[in-house]
């Protein structure tokens, strides 16, 4: 019901929101959240309970409630006791059959017997019937629904900084906030409700206060998610995280109020005192009429007030202490409310035509004889509080178990931690406010602004929780844990089982695993578990606290998830030319150009017999290109490469092999030496940024006098091939073009500064052209344009590999793996043992004492081979035995046959033998062991010097 | 005006030099050379930055000197880089969603150069005021330019057209 | 028909016995000590009580039963690798979780669901295609499919990635399923201890005593024992131990993390494992979304959390499934994970005799767990390799015989 507005409400009643839940309508205010809305409604059914189907209502209002988890169109499990009222939500309940009012799920409680904690784990393994139990199962499990046609949701995150993080603003946290603001810090203080203030709801000068200090930066309706090292703090907010990095963090957020166990403790209208409060304060709701006062603290007495402000009828308050201090007592009595010390409630029953609590047994503590049966519509439990110290437990703190206030505190708190309030075994509101002080102060002072000030807090002179809330019933329904449904027997069954240790018994019990990740259940299962095992809480400890606080959407941890992409200069030249891109790691490279009217096949056999017959184009800008200076630039290399470059001629250049030191190949490229202490490098794309890592990292060890510099993304790079090519260059450069095969020369290239190097990957005369980045789209221009001419065609990644595959050159990561040595590639040509050192040779070393156990080898099939190729990797097989696999295979149009690399046996490996190749549909292929090169064997023609 | 400016000067003249030997090198240029790793000094029409311990950046016509002959321990560094200029006065919030750097707490006398990353993409960032708003100059590699400038110019609109809740007692 | 539910309706008391019964105190002998209460230890400890005879054995646990990383991993179980070692293996392990909940008499919810590794590049489906082919010859279902095929398992999926990694295809390995780890642990525990092995937990060894290169005791933190025969099978902790006995390794160990989602209703049947997002994902029994990723880039012997990594597997995930926008991540932990140079275990007998290794169980431990209980069991009975490991020897690193499974391990789970 709807109270008289209350001085500092939340709610806007100037703002009527319509609603709809479970197809009736309803209506709240503006400042209502879901919740809060259907409770002045009358509602005290929100939703239904995991395991049993139960009818539930609301238990914390304090975003615990898991019991009231809604589907809200697409959305699933929105949090209704935390989620603000929208005018025209259509909310349903999660994880019904049927509908929230009749769900014949709820069946599922008569068996409950046969139900036992773990009791999936004893049956249904019937091998052949699991499938079946299994489909039953997932019908019945999970809670809310996803919906596939929500849209990806781009949530910006943000960096934040600060000197001092409080994470809660309730009464502690609001102190803190301002000592620590005062001492000059700048402060952000973060708390998960709509309005700081904590339990007195926002209605406080410390608020106004806080809100109004300039170096206070004030962050409401968000949550601290975890804490990381170094006092890195995620706030979620509703609509993004900002990811907070602090120099000292001060934990104030609170205690969980915990439940009663009693039987049948679940009904709706058995709430936290808390709840009850939230909803009369800030929300003007009244939940109940008549209400039974479950108590073991001076929270509760001095809930009474609250209760009596807002008209509710308090039947009786039963204490579970037998001792109730005076000025408490006192206080009950005033109002004429009986009290009942030493007792505790045994049993709540629902009424006959209805699911909400209509009546509780009452009995002294320890006996089974009801001595009461009390008539209300609610009971309000204040039994105790669980102090909410995941982000301690996450950055190191020793907790203690005290005895004083039955409660987990910090022991030890690692350095530029803090902690205060109730979170810190401190609950009476003046010592709380006392406690802020003294945490934010020394934390400014940790950070350097001013000087720790001793403030002397009193600790608690009762507890406010009670060690031991519940009660034993033989008919159980005494629920621990709303979320799994675990009654005070499954976990004293599970303890006895041999799961007696707090993480075996969370793990086989599920207690603490569902959405509110135990808040509300975990030191209640501790206790259960000390006692059963003779133990006590401190020695039981808890389970590890994780991340997060409270579940955060995927979308916001995602944010916008930035994608880099990097691109040549003459991307956009290769766009025009209608390239086709495929993914090269990070970059984007033209697989080949499409052509109207042609298939993929025949466009790229077209490139390549263009280069064949004419001239082509390709951008290789996407290789790693490293660059060389130094005395000992050429010791350096000697040491990183299997190959002599010491000896390299000035105007040379000479294929490179990098080995890890194991052996295994790593890279391949080219060094080409432009001076005596000057060598320019390439290696392969996708090897460029770790090689560079690796090579400054080997300079740093062994200090040799040079310097290394990466050029790669500062250099284009394009090839151009065929026997034409020359024709086309000539006339754009100065350089001379009757340079001989493998040569590099420095000079000017359609008038920028380039490097030239004859290389011969693709089997024709053909030069690769290195130009600073900013002139690489004007010179492929140029190329192109003096092209046309000559009919020169850009060609792509698949067409260069049917080139390079014709001439039997390798591809690192294609025809090696993360195992092949030199030798087993064909690379023997290229291993200099005799070299004084180089990354790997001890291990090649090793390794040519040993049978090689695999070779590569050229093949080709059969002129007129009809039906399928094989594909790469498909194996060789031999006697029935793998005995090796296809690494490259193509179709080559200048042999017009099928060619392709294979490893196989050593022994298998002479020219002219053959060997069995089998397909995916099990067929075998017939292949012949050829020499390599397939074409122009001698390589005339990308010698050729006229 | 709460938009950002974005301004490429890619095209501005820049050389880089590293080395053990590039600062001793640089100073008989007679460039002024910033004594501190990650550091700056103006130049007419530019500025030298000192990127780590070793390695310079030079940018404007001065960057023509480093064109001079080497000596030994001096590496040139060809530079080939994206660079903007970015200014306004919601600049800093645009640097909150892009690096985790805190640039605020830099103390802007002491002329910082950061090397960071920004939207995933290696960045040289120097921050700087002009005309009371905050403006910053950063250089990444330029085959990452083009993906680098779409992006940040995108966050740049969300954040010029949103308009986020202001927070209770916001001051930043 | 569940008859067991009927009997505890039934009765008064809770039936059911101990699991795990509570020693007091250690012997001050055992024939075998092993030393690490997860799967692969008590896994090990059941095969040689049932299968072998040695009930003499204490199995020493420095936290709780199954505590490490069988209680952290992503429960993935597959055959899909890559070398004939590797696939003769694990598909031995696929054979003996077919029928180990019944052996165990205790559910497993081992579910077959299908496993699709995706490939976004043509490099990736290369691999797929060689390890298919390496699967058939073994006579294990592996193919590789095309994208319809994926889009058919899981109709949501978005094929582009979000536009930046187009599925081009996958490996499918149809007996791909998962199972709940920690009764995997339970099942393994009762039926060792059921047979007269003792389980230590929070027993920790400080040190093995080894006398002319024989294992001759253990030290712990509950007193001393002297035995013959050490089974080492600690995981990310395997370096400390083998410091004891003087032994190196190239093991290194990396965190690997995970999280999971809140409940919501069942709808992913197939496990999807990523390699160029380096991410995987399945759905369990409680509804919850089980998301990994690849291992932190660094070494650190560390169970922490970071933030970076749920940022970085969310946005991946909501390029396969953007719908997942609004779905909610409840929780994420770490585990460590004992690498090797060639993503393949260390199995078997060491220099040190009478001291046996279970480790390098980097990303692929928790699948292999009955074959390790199998194998590790046979060879401390005989003080022989079984012929399934030999390819996992811990000298195949001095003598350059690697067993390359690389391309099957890293993400693939």
């Keep these: 019901m709807r109270l008289p507005p209350q001085s500092c409400e939340w709610v806007d009643r100037s703002q009527p929101l319509g609603f709809r839940f479970e197809g009736r309508d309803y209506s709240g205010f503006a400042g209502d959240t879901v919740a809060s809305a259907l409770v002045a409604s009358g509602a005290s059914v929100l939703g239904r309970s995991f395991k049993y189907h139960r009818p539930r209502g609301l238990l914390s209002a304090a975003n615990h409630d898991v019991n009231a988890l809604m589907q809200w169109g697409g959305t699933p499990n929105v949090r209704a006791d935390a989620t603000p009222l929208i005018a025209g939500m259509d909310l349903k309940a999660v994880n019904t059959f049927g509908t929230l009012a009749r769900d014949p799920g709820s069946a599922l409680g008569w068996f409950s017997r046969l139900l036992p904690v773990g009791f999936y784990y004893k049956a249904f393994h019937n091998k052949r019937l699991f499938p079946l139990w299994e489909r039953m199962f997932r019908a019945m499990t999970g809670l809310g629904r996803v919906d596939f046609a929500t849209k990806r949701l781009h949530t910006p995150k943000r960096y934040g900084f600060c000197d001092v993080l409080v994470v809660g603003g309730g009464t502690s946290g609001l102190s803190a906030a301002l000592a620590a603001a005062e001492q000059g810090a700048q402060v ?30 004030v962050f409401t309706d968000a949550y601290a998610a975890g804490y990381y090292a170094d006092h890195w703090v995620p706030l979620v907010e509703r609509g993004r995280i900002t990811k907070m990095r602090a120099h000292a963090v001060v934990v104030a957020a609170g205690a969980f109020e915990q439940p009663a166990v009693f039987r049948c403790n679940d009904l709706p209208g058995i709430m936290l005192a808390s709840a009850a409060q939230r909803l ?190 519940i009660v034993s019933h033989a008919k159980g329904k005494n629920f621990i844990d709303f979320d799994e449904d675990l009654q005070l027997a499954d976990l004293e069954n599970a303890i006895q089982e041999g799961f007696d240790n707090i993480e075996l018994m969370k793990r086989f019990s599920t207690v603490g695993m569902g959405p509110s990740q135990g808040k509300h259940s975990n030191m209640n299962a501790l206790r259960v578990l000390a006692r059963a095992t003779g133990s006590t809480p401190g020695a039981v400890g808890t389970t590890t606290a994780r991340p997060f606080f409270h579940p ?102 000479r294929y490179a092999v990098m080995c890890d030191e194991s052996g295994v190949v790593l890279d391949d490229g080219v060094v080409a030496r432009l001076a005596d202490e000057h060598f320019y490098f390439t290696t392969t794309t996708s090897g460029a940024a770790a090689i560079y890592r690796e090579l400054s990292r080997w300079n740093t060890l062994w200090k040799l006098d040079c310097g290394i510099v990466n050029l790669t993304g500062a250099m284009a790079a394009m090839n151009l091939a065929g026997p034409r090519a020359k024709a086309v260059l000539e006339g754009l450069t100065n350089v001379d073009l009757s340079l001989p095969f493998l040569a590099v020369r420095e000079g000017m290239v359609c008038g920028v500064p380039a490097r030239l190097m004859r ?177 122009d064997p001698d390589n005339l023609r990308q010698k050729e010097t006229t | 005006m709460s938009a950002i400016t974005f301004e490429n000067v890619s095209h501005t003249p820049r050389a880089g030099v590293k080395g053990p030997g590039a ?32 390695e310079f950046l030079v940018e404007g016509s001065e960057a023509a000197k480093l064109a001079a002959p080497l000596a030994p321990g001096v590496y040139p560094v060809l530079r080939q880089d994206t660079a903007l200029v970015l200014h306004g006065a919601r600049l800093n919030e645009l640097l909150l969603e892009t690096c985790s750097v805190d640039f605020r707490a830099l103390d802007l006398s002491t002329r910082p150069v950061v090397l960071t990353s920004m939207v995933g993409v290696g960045a040289t960032v120097i921050p700087g005021e002009e005309g009371g708003m905050p403006c910053c100059h950063i250089w990444c590699d330029s085959t990452y330019g083009e993906w680098f400038f779409e992006t940040l110019t995108d966050v740049a609109g969300e954040l010029t057209q949103s308009s986020q809740p202001r927070h209770q007692g916001a001051t930043s | 028909m569940p008859w067991r539910l009927l009997r505890f309706a039934l009765s008064n008391k809770h039936p059911e016995p101990r699991m795990f019964t509570r020693h007091d105190s250690l012997k001050p002998a055992y024939d075998v000590v092993i030393i690490g209460g997860g799967g692969h230890g008590l896994a090990a400890a059941y095969y040689l009580a049932r299968d072998h005879g040695i009930t003499n054995v204490c199995v020493l646990e420095k936290g709780y039963l199954g505590g490490g990383n069988t209680g952290r991993n992503t429960t993935i179980i597959r055959s899909n690798y890559l070398t004939p070692e590797g696939v003769k293996f694990y598909d031995e392990s696929v054979r003996l979780w077919q029928d180990l909940a019944q052996d165990f ?68 390995h149809a007996p791909g399923a998962v199972a709940r780890h920690d009764a995997v642990a339970w099942g393994y525990g009762r039926g060792a201890d059921m047979r007269g092995v003792e389980i230590h937990q929070r027993t920790e060894v400080l040190g093995i005593d080894v006398v002319g290169g024989k294992v001759t005791g253990v030290r712990t933190n509950r007193g001393n024992i002297s035995t013959g025969k050490v089974l080492c099978a600690v995981a990310g902790s395997t370096p400390r131990v083998l410091d004891m006995v003087g032994i190196r390794s190239p093991i290194y160990v990396h965190p690997l993390q995970a999280m999971v989602s809140e409940p919501v209703k069942p709808w992913l049947d197939p496990i999807l494992v990523s390699g160029s997002l380096h991410v995987y994902i399945s759905q369990s029994a409680r509804g919850e979304l089980i998301m990994g990723a690849s291992l932190d880039p660094y070494e650190v012997q560390s169970t922490r959390s970071t933030f970076d990594f749920p940022e970085g597997l969310s946005a991946h995930m909501l390029d396969m499934f953007p719908f997942l926008s609004n779905v909610k991540v409840m929780r994420q932990w770490a585990g460590m994970a004992d690498m090797t140079p060639d993503f393949a275990p260390i199995m078997g007998r060491t220099p040190v005799e009478g001291f046996y290794l279970d480790g390098g169980w980097g990303t692929w431990g928790f699948k292999a767990t009955p074959v390790c209980g199998k194998t590790m069991s046979y060879t401390v009975a005989n003080d022989r390799n079984h012929d399934l490991i030999t390819g996992f020897t811990l000298d195949r690193f001095r003598n350059f015989e690697l067993t390359g499974e690389k391309g099957a391990a890293s993400v693939g789970h």
């Design chain 3, 105 to 172: 008499d205790l559910n497993l919810f081992y579910s077959n669901r299908g496993h699709f590794t995706l490939a976004h590049t043509d490099a990736a489906l290369r691999t797929s295609r060689w390890r298919a082919e390496v699967n058939k010859h073994f006579g294990i279902e592996s193919e590789v499919v095309g994208p319809e095929a994926v889009k058919k398992a899981a109709p949501m999926i978005d094929l582009s990635c979000g536009g930046h990694a187009p599925i081009l295809g996958a490996l499918y």
């Design chain 1, 280 to 469: 009369i304060r800030r929300y003007a709701v009244r939940p109940a009429q008549r209400v039974v006062v479950l108590a073991a603290n001076a929270d509760a007495y001095r809930a009474l007030q609250d209760f009596a402000d807002a008209g509710i009828a308090v039947t009786a308050v039963i204490d579970l202490r037998d001792k109730v201090p005076g000025e408490q007592a006192a206080r009950v009595a005033a109002q004429g409310i009986p009290l009942y010390s030493g007792h505790c409630i045994v049993e709540a029953l629902p009424a006959a035509d209805d699911k909400r609590v209509a009546k509780v047994r009452v009995a002294a503590l320890g006996e089974a004889a009801v001595v009461a049966e009390l008539a209300c519509d609610g009971v309000f439990m204040s039994v105790g509080w669980a102090p909410a110290a995941a982000l301690l437990y996450q950055a190191g703190t020793k907790m203690r178990y005290d005895d004083g206030v039955h409660q987990f505190v910090p022991g030890q708190l690692p350095d530029g931690v803090f902690a205060c309030g109730r979170v810190n075994g401190i609950h009476t509101p003046e010592s709380r406010l006392l406690d802020g002080e003294r945490a934010g102060s020394a934390a400014a002072a940790y950070c350097g602004f001013g000087e720790v000030r001793d403030i002397a807090v009193k600790a608690e002179m009762e507890s406010p929780t009670h060690p031991w809330p």
């Design chain 1, 759 to 935: 290389v011969g990957f693709v089997g024709e005369w053909g030069v690769e052209i290195h130009v600073p980045a900013e002139h690489g789209a004007a010179v492929w221009d140029a190329l192109m344009e003096a092209g046309k001419a000559h009919g020169i065609r850009p060609f792509g990644v698949e067409a260069q590999r049917l080139l390079r595959l014709e001439k039997g050159h390798i591809i690192i990561g294609q025809d090696t793996d993360g195992l092949t040595t030199p030798g087993e590639a064909g690379l023997d040509w290229a291993v200099k043992l005799d070299k004084a050192f180089f990354v790997g040779q001890r291990s090649l070393m090793a390794i040519a004492g040993k049978p090689r156990r695999q070779q590569l080898v050229g093949f080709m099939l059969p002129a007129g081979h009809q039906g399928d190729a094989p594909k790469e990797c498909h194996l060789v097989i031999e006697g029935g035995e793998i005995a090796g696999r296809v690494t490259s295979v193509a179709w080559s149009p200048s042999l017009a046959r099928h060619i392709g690399l294979a490893y196989v046996r050593p022994g298998m490996d002479a020219v002219d033998s053959s060997f069995t190749i089998r397909l995916s549909d099990k067929s075998l292929v017939t292949a012949g062991v050829v020499k390599t090169p397939f074409y």
């Design chain 2, 23 to 54: 600062a001793a090198w640089l100073a008989a240029l007679d460039l002024p050379v910033p004594r501190a790793p990650n550091s700056w000094l103006p130049l007419p029409g530019g500025l030298i930055a000192r990127l780590g311990l070793t």
């Design chain 1, 552 to 653: 955060v959407p995927m979308s916001h941890l995602a944010g916008r998830g930035f994608t880099p992409e990097r691109r040549t200069p003459m991307h956009h030249r290769h766009a025009a030319a209608g390239a086709v891109w495929m993914p090269a790691g990070v970059w984007q490279r033209p697989e080949y150009y499409a052509v109207a009217g042609q298939s993929r096949a025949a466009c790229i056999e077209g490139e390549a017999l263009a280069v064949r017959n004419g001239v082509g184009l390709i951008d290789v800008g996407t290789l790693g290109k490293l660059e060389i200076r130094g005395p000992q630039a050429a010791e350096f290399l000697e040491r990183v490469y299997i190959s002599k470059y010491a000896g390299l001629k000035v105007g040379m250049t």
């Design chain 1, 188 to 217: 952000a203080l973060v708390d998960e409700n709509a309005r700081l203030g904590g339990s007195t709801h926002g209605a406080s000068e410390l608020v106004d206060k806080v809100i109004a200090h300039p170096r206070i930066r």
